[in-house]
């Protein structure tokens, strides 16, 4: 028996917005930036391709603490662009605006909901996502948010799993992890849990959540 399904949020319930609309946010002109920035570090985005030595540490902390998330993407972005466009481009991932919720995301938290299935967010991130679920209108169909910089733990660690469990009021035996990535979000099968890999779908695309109902 299913009693909780939990979800990771970047890839799986939303994404962050597409990058020309990121750009044009922060009043950035020239589209050809824009893959130099996602392949220095988009936040949200790619892993960067390199990290330079200086930003490593803060890189290797950015999903355990807001200060390293910061310091690290920002930094990423400013080895493109100047500093101060680069602190605006990254503060476009703290908000609402700069996400957009799979379409199919609020009915499946709803359909789970309707069968007393309980719904957690689990997310390796170093900022409160609840803002921007909210502002996408899905904090309310989620019962608890777990997320890496407040557990202490992150995916694939299997304390982050166990902790989203517990918020459920579930045992890894009676939950099922829906995610994107093979090696974080696989990690729960580690932990006990059921795992459903859903491939990342572009922003505003059906993302095919309606697989989930069938396993519940």
């Given at each position: 028996m299913t009693r909780a399904v939990l979800f990771d949020v970047a890839g799986t319930l939303a994404m962050p917005e597409p990058r020309e609309r990121w750009l044009a946010a922060a009043g950035v002109e020239d589209p050809a930036l824009g893959a130099a920035l996602e392949a220095a570090g988009r936040p949200g985005g790619p892993y960067p391709a390199d990290v330079p030595p200086s930003?490593?540490?803060?890189?290797a902390r950015r999903d355990r603490d807001a200060a390293a998330h910061r310091a690290a993407y920002a930094g990423l972005l400013a080895t493109v662009v100047d500093?101060?466009?680069?602190?605006?481009?990254y503060e476009r991932i703290l908000v609402p605006d700069g996400w957009v919720a799979y379409p199919d995301a609020a009915p499946t938290l709803v359909a789970l909901r309707a069968r007393d299935v309980r719904t957690v967010a689990v997310s390796n991130v170093g900022f409160d996502l609840r803002p921007v679920l909210d502002g996408?209108?899905?904090l309310d169909h989620l019962d608890a948010v777990v997320l890496s910089c407040e557990a202490g733990a992150i995916k694939p660690e299997p304390a982050i799993f166990h902790a989203a469990c517990a918020a459920a009021g579930a045992t890894p035996a009676e939950a099922l992890m829906v995610g994107d990535h093979?090696?974080?979000d696989g990690g729960a099968a580690d932990?006990?849990?059921?795992?459903?890999?859903?491939?990342?779908?572009?922003?505003?695309?059906?993302?095919?959540?309606a697989a989930v109902l069938a396993l519940v």
């Amino acid at each position: 028996m299913t009693r909780a399904v939990l979800f990771d949020v970047a890839g799986t319930l939303a994404m962050p917005e597409p990058r020309e609309r990121w750009l044009a946010a922060a009043g950035v002109e020239d589209p050809a930036l824009g893959a130099a920035l996602e392949a220095a570090g988009r936040p949200g985005g790619p892993y960067p391709a390199d990290v330079p030595p200086s930003l490593a540490t803060a890189y290797a902390r950015r999903d355990r603490d807001a200060a390293a998330h910061r310091a690290a993407y920002a930094g990423l972005l400013a080895t493109v662009v100047d500093p101060a466009l680069a602190t605006a481009l990254y503060e476009r991932i703290l908000v609402p605006d700069g996400w957009v919720a799979y379409p199919d995301a609020a009915p499946t938290l709803v359909a789970l909901r309707a069968r007393d299935v309980r719904t957690v967010a689990v997310s390796n991130v170093g900022f409160d996502l609840r803002p921007v679920l909210d502002g996408l209108g899905l904090l309310d169909h989620l019962d608890a948010v777990v997320l890496s910089c407040e557990a202490g733990a992150i995916k694939p660690e299997p304390a982050i799993f166990h902790a989203a469990c517990a918020a459920a009021g579930a045992t890894p035996a009676e939950a099922l992890m829906v995610g994107d990535h093979p090696a974080a979000d696989g990690g729960a099968a580690d932990a006990g849990i059921r795992t459903l890999l859903l491939p990342m779908s572009p922003a505003g695309a059906d993302h095919g959540l309606a697989a989930v109902l069938a396993l519940v």
